[in-house]
């Protein structure tokens, strides 16, 4: 059983038939990850690497029995895609697309708690969970089943994470891309408390960056719940204040949101700071998470 994504998963992909959309699904399925079904407007019956196309995220639902969706939808169209896809009765969303309005992120994230959706994203790459699958774009070769959930608002930081725990003998029992935009769909601290209840994940290892406050968050439900052995590392020690480096949420505002106040926070907690990725092999081996 996997945190968000199981066996029992079966995906539907949005804009499957896009360049993007094509590509990541052959990578999904040669992952095993079950995809079942795609969506494209005006693209009904055609097959991609053997998936099913249709027009409408309803059709694919009735027709496949679909209860997970990936988005490679173009930005300005992900808001309708997204109602079209909780109207169909699709319970879990991963919106992988970047340079969402924020108001666009506002509605979306409404529509989900009023609904009972969960949701990842935006601007991430997904979720891979080692034996069972993927949805999102994560390079599966990095990845290998272990013990240790890692949540992450930057992609290529979880990446470089999974590659050194598992260069270092310690696999991984689901990695989470939070998304890196100011409004997300899920936060840091509805994640971890999924990794915390899960009977598979042993260890927790935070990626976070400079800009917002969810780890500062996080920090206050980690002090008070979380008995798993649990790190960080925060990314963008010498941003500039008031410049956004790269992610649209990860921006220093006068004294909010900067790596010391991060680290102080998660200290206070109990995390232990990594300064660098590298002591992430370290830290594991330390806490008996190796294998």
């Keep these: 059983m996997g945190i968000l994504m199981d066996k029992d998963t079966r995906v539907l992909v949005q804009g499957i038939t896009g360049r993007i959309g094509s590509v990541q699904t052959k990578w999904m399925l040669e992952y095993n990850t079950n995809v079942v079904a795609g969506v494209t407007p005006g693209k009904g019956g055609a097959e991609v690497h053997g998936v099913p196309v249709f027009d409408t995220v309803e059709e694919a639902v009735k027709s496949t029995g679909a209860n997970a969706s990936v988005f490679f939808v173009p930005s300005p169209f992900v808001l309708d895609a997204f109602y079209e896809t ?28 009023r609904a009972g959706v969960v949701a990842l994203g935006p601007t991430t790459p997904g979720i891979l969970v080692p034996g069972i699958g993927k949805m999102g774009i994560m390079p599966a070769s990095l990845f290998r089943k272990g013990k240790v959930a890692i949540v992450s608002r930057s992609g290529t930081l979880s990446y470089e994470f999974a590659g050194i725990l598992s260069d270092h003998g310690a696999g991984q029992s689901v990695v989470v891309g939070m998304g890196a935009d100011p409004v997300v769909l899920m936060n840091l601290t509805e994640i971890i408390e ?18 917002g406050a969810q780890e500062e ?4 439900y980690i002090k008070e719940h979380v008995d ?3 790190a960080a590392y925060i990314a963008g020690k010498l941003s500039p204040p008031g410049k956004r480096m790269g992610h649209a949420g990860a921006i220093v505002r006068g004294n909010a949101g900067t790596v010391e106040g991060k680290y102080q926070a998660l200290r206070d907690a109990g995390v232990e700071i990594l300064e660098s990725p590298i002591e992430a092999g370290v830290w594991v081996k330390r806490h008996g998470l190796v294998g």
């Design 86 to 113: 909780v109207e169909a009765g699709i319970k879990f969303i991963v919106v992988v697309p970047e340079h969402i309005p924020v108001h666009d992120m506002v509605r979306m994230d409404e529509l989900a708690k």
């Design 194 to 211: 999924r990794f915390q209840e899960d009977e598979h994940t042993e260890g927790i290892i935070i990626v976070g960056e400079v800009g």
């Design 217 to 220: 968050l996080a920090a206050q």
């Design 228 to 230: 798993k052995p649990i």
